[in-house]
C-alpha cells in the first residue's frame, strides 16, 4: 500500500480524532516494582490492569478534588460559623451605604 499524501493523511488524522473523542490515552511508565504491584491489585479485584489503573485514578483523583472544595471545620469554628448563620450582626453604616448604591447602579435582568 502506498504511503498517504499530506492531504489524506490530515484527513485520516482528523477522522480518527473525531471517532476517538469519547476515549483517550494516557501514558506513564511505572517501575517494574510499581507494575507488579499494580498486577496484584488489579488480580485481586478481578480486573484488567488498565481497567484497575483507570479505576484508581479517577477515584483519587475525586478525592483530591474533593478535598480541595470541601472545608473542614474543627469544632470552635463550627459553633461560629453557625452562631453567625443563626444570628447575624447588623449591617454597619458603610455596608447599608453600599447596599444602597448597588441598588442604584446595578439593574438586574428579568
Same mark, same amino acid.
Given at each position: 500500500?502506498?504511503?498517504?499524501?499530506?492531504?489524506?493523511?490530515? *484527513? =485520516?488524522?482528523?477522522?480518527? !480524532?473525531?471517532?476517538?473523542?469519547? &476515549?483517550?490515552? %494516557?501514558?506513564?511508565?511505572?517501575? %517494574? $516494582?510499581?507494575? @507488579?504491584? /499494580?498486577?496484584?491489585?488489579? !488480580?485481586?479485584?478481578? #480486573?484488567?490492569?488498565s481497567?484497575?489503573? !483507570?479505576? +484508581?485514578?479517577?477515584?483519587? %483523583?475525586?478525592?483530591?478534588?474533593?478535598d480541595? @472544595?470541601?472545608i =473542614?471545620?474543627? $469544632?470552635?469554628?463550627?459553633?461560629? /460559623? /453557625? +452562631?453567625?448563620?443563626?444570628?447575624?450582626?447588623?449591617?454597619? $453604616?458603610?455596608?447599608?451605604?453600599l +447596599?444602597? #448604591?448597588? %441598588? &442604584?447602579?446595578?439593574?438586574? *435582568?428579568p
Amino acid at each position: 500500500m502506498p504511503p498517504l499524501s499530506k492531504s489524506e493523511d490530515g *484527513r =485520516v488524522t482528523e477522522l480518527a !480524532s473525531r471517532t476517538n473523542r469519547t &476515549r483517550d490515552r %494516557a501514558h506513564f511508565r511505572p517501575t %517494574a $516494582d510499581q507494575k @507488579e504491584l /499494580f498486577l496484584r491489585a488489579a !488480580s485481586i479485584e478481578g #480486573r484488567t490492569l488498565s481497567e484497575f489503573l !483507570s479505576m +484508581a485514578a479517577e477515584e483519587r %483523583a475525586n478525592r483530591i478534588i474533593s478535598d480541595h @472544595e470541601r472545608i =473542614v471545620l474543627n $469544632d470552635r469554628a463550627r459553633q461560629t /460559623f /453557625f +452562631a453567625a448563620l443563626s444570628k447575624p450582626p447588623k449591617p454597619n $453604616d458603610r455596608l447599608v451605604a453600599l +447596599a444602597e #448604591r448597588y %441598588a &442604584r447602579e446595578v439593574q438586574s *435582568r428579568p
